[in-house]
């Protein structure tokens, strides 16, 4: 900007001095153009990054798939599969006079698909502290259709809950980094591995999550719009 003032003073080519400020104006103009938009990428960037991060937050891990198989010699066959929450609410039949108990068992009923038919079912969860080391049964079902299964126990306290005085009132699944959990049956001991019950994890969003991201992505929208009709 000196040197336009210099030329100005010195050579008095009005012309000449004013057509080099047009052109240094309008440079100027156009790297506040493109600051401007790169603060617009940024800040669309950090609104993607935010949504992404509450939206994985939000995601609720809180459905479990089992799936028990039965070892034989010519491979796994299925034989019982069912869906529940990774931390139930235990609850029973009525001729069961508790659905739970403090250091013993806790009680589910759900649906139990067996041979492609879903059958409703009650499975009870043992504290192998309870049933002991030498029978530790950790898992049975009321009608019966899978042997009785000893091994690890499956289950362990909500620490989430808030007045819950043991794991059996407030349990939470247990999903092992391996995805399965080896087991035995009561009448053979748990050196005799002849099953295998697998977990997964079905993660499904709140619809909470779901508006949260429409939002954010609206929003997301309406800024881009925004700054093109601004330029």
């Keep these: 900007m000196k040197d336009l003032w210099h030329d100005l003073n010195r050579n008095m080519n009005c012309e000449l001095v004013f057509a080099r400020l ?76 508790v659905c739970y108990a403090a250091g013993e ?27 002991g080391p030498s029978d530790p049964i950790d898992l049975n079902d009321v009608d019966g259709l899978f042997p009785e299964l000893v091994g690890q126990q499956l289950y362990t306290m909500n620490s989430d809950a808030a007045g819950c005085t043991s794991a059996e009132q407030c349990p939470e699944m247990i999903v092992p980094a391996s995805g399965s959990f080896m087991l035995g049956s009561d009448t053979q001991g748990f050196g005799d591995v002849q099953f295998i019950l697998d977990v997964a994890d079905v993660s499904t969003p709140e619809p909470s999550t779901i508006l949260l991201l429409a939002i954010g992505l609206m929003g997301l929208a309406f800024v881009v719009r925004k700054r093109q009709f601004a330029l």
């Design 22 to 97: 047009s052109a240094e104006l309008r440079g100027r103009a156009k790297g506040r153009s493109g600051k401007g938009a790169m603060k617009t990428k940024l800040k669309c960037a950090v609104l993607v990054i935010a949504l992404a991060v509450i939206s994985a937050r939000s995601v609720k891990a809180d459905t479990l798939d089992y799936t028990l198989f039965e070892e034989t010699g010519s491979g796994n066959v299925q034989l019982a599969s069912w869906t529940m929450s990774s931390t139930p609410t235990p609850n029973c039949p009525e001729f069961m006079t």
């Design 105 to 131: 068992f806790f009680g589910i009923d759900t649906d139990v698909t067996v041979g492609g038919a879903s059958t409703p079912d009650t499975l009870a969860f043992f504290n192998t502290t309870f049933t």
